[in-house]
Each structure stands twice: as C-alpha cells, then as structure tokens.
C-alpha cells in the first residue's frame, strides 16, 4: 500500500482482556518496528522484525506482550491480560532496508488503547 | 546505550519568530540523526535528516547540522507559522552493528500564536 497502515484506530478494551492490534507495512518494506508512545513517557521501543531473522524483543515490557510477522509481511502486537498501565498509542513502522533504516521509517498513524 | 536530549518545551511563539528547539545526543559509532514531527491528531512524520557529520538535513524551511563535534543536531526555521505548531522529536539511529533501532528524544511541544 502507499503508507503503513494501522488497525484498529481506536481500541477500548477491559482490564483483564485480550488486545490484538494490527500493522501492515509498506509494499516491499523488510523491516518493521513497533513502538509505543505514552503521555510523559515519550516514544519507547518495544519489537523489531528484520526479513526471516529472529526479532529483536529487548523493548517489550512484560511477557504478556508478543509479536508475531506472517509472511514477512503483516505484524500483529498482542497484549494479553491488559492492564491500564498499558493505555498508550501503539505505532508501527516500516523502512526499505534492515542495515539500520538511514533514511528513516514511514509511520503509521498508531492505535490508541484505552484499558478501563 | 544511545540516548537524545531534547529542550524541554512547550514552546510558544508569535508567528514569524525565530525557531531554535535543541538537540544533544549519545551514541556509538556514527549516527543518522533525525527530525520528527507530529501534527495534531496526526502520526509521525520525518521532516529532515542528516546522516554524517556537517550534514544539513532541510525541509518545509527547517534545518539542522550534524554537529559531531558538539554531538549535536539543533533543529532551527527563521520564520515560524501558526501550521508550525506540533510536537518535534529528535533521533538518532546507532551506526557499528547497530541495525537500526530509532532512539527518540521526549519532544518539544510547539504552538505558534497569530
């Protein structure tokens, strides 16, 4: 597609309660990221994928977070048993080239998980 | 680790003023630095790069330079507009091994008044 596309927009879910949030990057794009971006916390790194290599996990904040990449393509972030710390807006990212991104990542435009 | 120091805003201006948000960072190797913005109700946006020193990275009217002496990445525009107004991030992504992990600074709130 023209742009990295993020789904839902908008979710609001129960403490308690299974999230599945959605990226589908750039046509053509090998890496994707995701990060979360909370109020006063600013942006925080949480999973990197790169082509057919093992992701990089280290930003991930508990185990009840995960990433999956079918095909090398679509990413989804699920975060089980979700608790109100994890309010935020989730972004993904995509970039032509996983030697570092030099020109920078396309954005999506982010989902923003309330937990009440 | 790499780390981006960022002015701490919010910044308010009258339009047509000077625009300075400063920028200092950490990092191993040679960075690519970046400039970030985010409008209002809208996702990241890159606005400029540079990616070796003395670079300067433009657009829209801002700029910056790759400062490696200062390890700094200033982010400047001589002449704000009210549509200026948004949120600024600075980054950086690690040269070496590093593959690409964008480090982000806390942003700069920007409103520019009529």
């Known amino acids: 597609g023209a742009g990295v596309s993020q789904s839902p927009s908008n979710k609001v879910t129960e403490k308690g309660k299974d999230v599945e949030l959605r990226c589908d990057p750039i046509s053509g794009h090998t890496a994707l990221y995701w990060y979360r971006q909370s109020l006063g916390q600013g942006l925080e790194f949480l999973i990197y994928?790169?082509?057919?290599?093992?992701?990089?996990k280290s930003g991930l904040p508990s185990d009840r977070f995960s990433a999956e990449r079918t095909g090398g393509s679509v990413s989804t972030l699920t975060i089980q048993r979700t608790q109100q710390e994890d309010s935020a807006v989730y972004l993904c990212?995509?970039?032509?080239?996983?030697?570092?991104?030099?020109?920078?990542?396309?954005f999506g435009s982010g989902t923003r998980l309330t937990v009440v | 680790g790499n780390s981006v120091t960022q002015m701490e805003g919010p910044v308010t201006l009258s339009e047509e003023a000077f625009l300075t948000i400063n920028c200092t960072y950490t990092?191993?190797?040679?960075?690519?630095l970046f400039w970030y913005v985010q409008y209002p109700g809208e996702g990241l946006q890159l606005l400029l790069k540079a990616t070796k020193a003395d670079d300067k990275g433009s657009n829209k009217g801002f700029e910056a330079t790759y400062r490696k002496e200062t390890t700094s990445f200033h982010l400047e525009k001589g002449s704000v507009q009210v549509s200026d107004s948004a949120v600024y991030f600075c980054?950086?992504?690690?040269?070496?091994?590093?593959?690409?992990?964008?480090?982000f600074g806390q942003g700069t709130i920007l409103t520019v008044h009529p």
């Open positions: 990092a191993t190797g040679y960075p690519s």
């Open positions: 980054a950086l992504i690690s040269g070496g091994t590093s593959y690409g992990k964008l480090t």
């Open positions: 990212a995509s970039s032509p080239q996983g030697g570092g991104g030099r020109d920078g990542y396309t």
């Open positions: 994928f790169q082509g057919n290599s093992a992701p990089d």
